[in-house]
C-alpha cells in the first residue's frame, strides 16, 4: 500500500510502457480490444483518452461504459472472448474473479485500492502498488494518459482530459485546490501542449460562460447552502454586493470581474452561508486554481476543466455515456447542445434530490459513526455518487462521520455510496477497505478509495450491514483517539 512504500515513478512510468506495448501490438495485429470503462467523470474521461490513443493506432475496438464490475456485467460482457479486454478505473478491487473470467489479455487501468494478485495473463497499472495515492495523486484518467503518451509522444494533447477526469473525481486537494502528485505532471504537460492553461481564481461554475448569478447557482463544490441551485438568492447577493450584473445588455461573468469586486462578492457569500448556520470558511473553498482548456471554444462548457468534468457527470449519470465519450473524442456542434441539454436537465434533478435531503429529515439516520440518507423508492441509484460527495463537501453534516446515501437498484439490491473527510480518513478510517472487507459478509460487493467507496448488497441484508458498518467505523475512530 502507499502508506508503507516509496513513490517510484520510473516503476510506475515503465509498467505504463509495458502497457503501451501490449495496446500498439494488439491494434497491429488487428485485435478486437473490449474497453470497459465506469460511467462517471473519470471513467469517461478515460475512455475518450483511450479511445483517441487507440483510433491513433488505427485499432479495431468496442467501448462500453458500465455502472460497475461484478459477476454479473462481467458476464453481459465478451471478456471471455475478446483479444484484449482494457478495464479503466476499475478492475483492481475484482481481481480474484477477473482472473477466472478473463479469456485471453487483461489489461487494469485502475487507481482504486487493489485487492489480490492479477495473473500473468492480466497486466495492472495500478498507483497503489507503486507507492502513489490513487485517491488524491492520479485518477483512472490519468493512468490512460500515462499509458498514451507511452504509446505515441504526440499524445501529449490527451493531457487535458487526464486533468478533467483527475477534477471529476475531486482530487483538487493540493494547496488552493490544486492537482498534485502525478496529477501535477499531466497537468505540466497539458500547459507544455498548449491545451491547459492554470490560474488562480474564485472557482465558479461557469466562469467563463454563465451570468455572475448563474455561476453562483451552479456551484456545488462546495455546496453553498441558500445559494447553490437558487438562482434568485444568487441574484439578490451579487445586486446587494454592489456589482453590476450586466455590461450594456450583455450578462458579466465571473471571468469581468475586477480583483476588488471579486473580493466583495466572496465577503457576500462568507456571510450568506454563516447566516445558515455553516462556518463562512466553507466558502474559502472557491478559491483555487482553475483549469483552462486554451483551444476550446470561449462559452463553451469544455473550455473550463471542472466545468468540462460536470458536463461529463451528467451525461454518465443519466444514461448518455456515448454522448459523453463522442465529446471527450472531440464531437462538438450538435453533439455539445444535446450534452448542454442533458447537464440541465441533470442540474435540476440534483437540485430536487438535494431539497428533498434537506427538508426530510427523518429520511437521515444518524448512528455513532456513520449518517444514512435513506434514498431508497426516491434517488435513482446512478445518482448516489453526486448526492453524497455534494452532502459531504456541504459543511451541514459532522466531518468526523462517514456519509452513506443508499438507493435501490433495478434489480432490487441496495446501491451504497459512502464518503468521507480529510479528517476522517487523518483519523484512521479506510472506506473502500471497509467495505471491502463487509460486502462480501452481506452477499454485495464493495471496495474504493480510503475517502471514498461504493458497493452493492442485496436489500434485506440492510440493517445487519448498517449496523456492522457503523461498528467498524466506531471502532477505528476509538483506537486512534
Known amino acids: ?54 483510433s491513433r493506432l488505427d485499432a479495431s475496438m468496442h467501448i462500453r461504459a458500465i455502472d460497475g464490475l461484478d459477476e454479473r456485467t462481467m458476464n453481459q460482457a465478451p471478456i471471455d472472448t475478446a483479444d484484449l479486454t482494457v478495464l479503466a478505473d476499475m478492475g483492481s478491487g475484482m481481481l480474484e474473479l477477473l482472473n477466472s473470467k478473463v479469456g485471453k489479455r487483461a489489461l487494469i487501468l485502475d487507481h482504486h485500492q487493489p485487492v489480490g494478485n492479477p495473473e500473468e495473463k492480466i497486466i495492472q497499472v495500478n498507483p497503489h502498488t507503486f507507492g502513489f495515492d490513487g485517491a488524491r495523486e492520479i485518477s483512472g484518467a490519468g493512468i490512460a494518459y500515462f499509458v498514451a503518451r507511452a504509446t505515441d509522444a504526440n499524445n501529449l494533447d490527451l493531457s487535458a482530459l487526464g486533468v478533467v477526469g483527475a477534477l471529476g473525481d475531486m482530487q483538487d486537494r493540493g494547496e488552493k485546490r490544486s492537482l498534485h502528485g502525478l496529477n501535477s505532471v499531466i497537468a505540466e504537460d497539458g500547459a507544455k501542449a498548449g491545451c491547459l492553461k492554470l490560474d488562480r481564481d474564485l472557482v465558479l461554475y461557469g466562469r467563463e460562460t454563465r451570468p455572475i448569478h448563474k455561476a453562483l447557482a451552479y456551484t456545488s463544490n462546495p455546496f453553498l447552502p441558500g445559494l447553490s441551485g437558487q438562482e434568485d438568492r444568487c441574484l439578490s447577493l451579487v445586486t446587494s ?72 457527470n451528467a451525461c454518465g449519470r443519466m444514461n448518455r455515456q456515448g454522448l459523453a465519450i463522442s465529446i471527450c473524442l472531440g464531437e462538438r456542434g450538435s453533439v455539445m447542445d444535446e450534452g448542454q441539454e442533458v447537464l440541465a436537465e441533470y442540474r435540476k434533478t440534483i437540485a430536487q434530490y438535494m431539497t428533498w435531503v434537506t427538508e426530510t429529515q427523518d429520511r437521515i439516520e444518524e448512528l455513532e459513526g456513520i449518517y444514512v440518507v435513506h434514498g431508497e423508492g426516491t434517488i435513482d441509484e446512478n445518482m448516489t455518487g453526486s448526492i453524497s460527495t455534494i452532502l459531504v463537501s456541504s459543511g451541514i453534516f459532522d466531518p468526523m462521520k462517514a456519509l452513506l446515501v443508499l438507493a435501490r437498484t433495478s434489480e432490487g439490491d441496495l446501491k451504497i455510496s459512502a464518503r468521507g473527510t480529510e479528517q476522517l480518513v487523518i483519523s484512521g478510517v479506510n472506506l473502500g477497505k471497509t467495505l471491502q472487507e463487509l460486502t462480501p459478509a452481506h452477499g454485495g460487493s464493495g471496495g474504493g478509495h480510503d475517502i471514498a467507496a461504493g458497493g452493492n448488497i442485496p436489500a434485506d441484508s440492510e440493517k445487519l450491514f448498517l449496523r456492522e458498518l457503523d461498528l467498524s467505523i466506531s471502532r477505528m475512530l476509538r483506537e486512534k483517539r
Not at 515513478?9 to 497491429?28: G, P, W
Not at 469581468?256 to 470558511?281: F, H, M, P, T
Not at 472557491?286 to 460536470?310: C, H, N, Q
Open 1 to 54: 500500500m502507499s502508506s508503507v512504500k516509496e513513490p517510484d515513478r520510473n516503476s510506475f512510468e515503465a509498467r505504463a510502457s509495458e502497457a503501451a506495448s501490449l495496446l500498439s501490438e494488439a491494434a497491429k495485429k488487428g485485435s478486437q480490444i473490449l474497453v470497459l470503462t465506469h460511467f462517471d467523470t473519470d471513467g469517461l474521461a478515460s475512455a475518450g483518452i483511450l479511445g483517441a490513443a487507440l
Open 241 to 312: 454586493a454592489g456589482i453590476a450584473v450586466k455590461k450594456d445588455e450583455r450578462w458579466r461573468t465571473l471571468a469581468d470581474l475586477s480583483d476588488g469586486e471579486k473580493q466583495n462578492l466572496l465577503s457576500a457569500i462568507i456571510q450568506a452561508v454563516s447566516s445558515k448556520g455553516v462556518a463562512g470558511k466553507v466558502a474559502l473553498n472557491l478559491i483555487g486554481t482553475v483549469y483552462t482548456l486554451p483551444k476550446e471554444e470561449r462559452g463553451m462548457p469544455t473550455r473550463d476543466a471542472r466545468e468540462f468534468s460536470s458536463l461529463l
